[in-house]
């Protein structure tokens, strides 16, 4: 089945210590994105990727991290998480750069 | 800038009533559109897009969309809904490119839809 796997779904974490969300695809899609989703909000930007070694910062980049070695993985790290960055977070990924698939997202909450 | 506007934030329908949810859009050129739709604890699916030709739109599950360049809008619209479309929908346009050659997605606040019997 196609589809983006993100781990965890649920993580509740303390001030400054360093996690790491991971996020794969099996469709072979070059371009991948990460996306916080807050209330009133809707989606933002995270970072996105065009292909491997290739990353850029979205609109929301402060306080994450990503890389991308493998086409398949893009992970999301936040080196020293704090409160503001609670959020749901969500990975996709697209074939056409536009049209994405999501995965079922990851629920951080930072206290 | 490409910006996205759903103007309600929340939306009561009865099953089997007729569904149109509003979106609008600004861009300067002929946008890329799409609706996504957000069950509780699922992420984002595709529910349609529009690239260009026809300004009518079919999707999954029955949904349709109409572009009206004259309007800057991209509705959705279902004749008769389910209790189980109740569920958030996200409007979303892509058009701005980069240098890098990267197209941004930008996607509206979204309108939370319930569904009573």
């Known amino acids: 089945e196609a589809q983006v796997t993100q781990n965890p779904r649920y993580l509740i974490t303390v001030t400054g210590k360093k996690l790491t969300v991971t996020c794969s695809q099996n469709?072979?899609?070059?371009?991948m994105s990460w996306y916080r989703q807050d209330p009133g909000l809707g989606l933002r930007q995270i970072y996105y990727?065009?292909?491997?070694?290739?990353?850029d910062k979205g609109d929301v980049p402060e306080g994450y991290k990503v890389s991308r070695k493998e086409k398949r993985n893009f992970p999301l790290i936040l080196e020293s998480p704090s409160p503001n960055q609670t959020s749901l977070y969500f990975c996709?990924?697209?074939?056409?750069?536009?049209?994405?698939?999501f995965g079922s997202g990851t629920r951080l909450t930072v206290v | 800038a490409q910006s996205v506007t759903q103007p309600d934030i929340h939306i009561t329908v009865s099953e089997g009533a007729s569904l149109e949810l509003r979106c609008n859009y600004s861009?300067?050129?002929?946008?890329?559109l799409f609706w996504y739709v957000q069950s509780p604890g699922q992420g984002l699916q595709l529910l349609l897009k529009?690239?260009?030709?026809?300004?009518l739109v079919q999707g999954i599950k029955g949904f349709e969309a109409e572009f009206k360049r004259s309007q800057s809008s991209f509705n959705l619209r279902k004749p008769s809904v389910h209790w189980s479309d109740a569920a958030e929908y996200f409007c979303?346009?892509?058009?701005?490119?980069?240098?890098?050659?990267?197209?941004?997605?930008?996607f509206g606040t979204g309108t939370k839809l319930q569904v009573i019997p």
């Open positions: 861009y300067g050129a002929t946008p890329y």
């Open positions: 990727s065009m292909n491997v070694e290739v990353t």
């Open positions: 979303a346009v892509g058009g701005v490119v980069n240098s890098g050659g990267y197209q941004k997605v930008t």
């Open positions: 469709m072979n899609h070059e371009y």
């Open positions: 529009y690239f260009s030709g026809d300004t």
């Open positions: 996709a990924s697209s074939w056409d750069r536009v049209s994405y698939t």
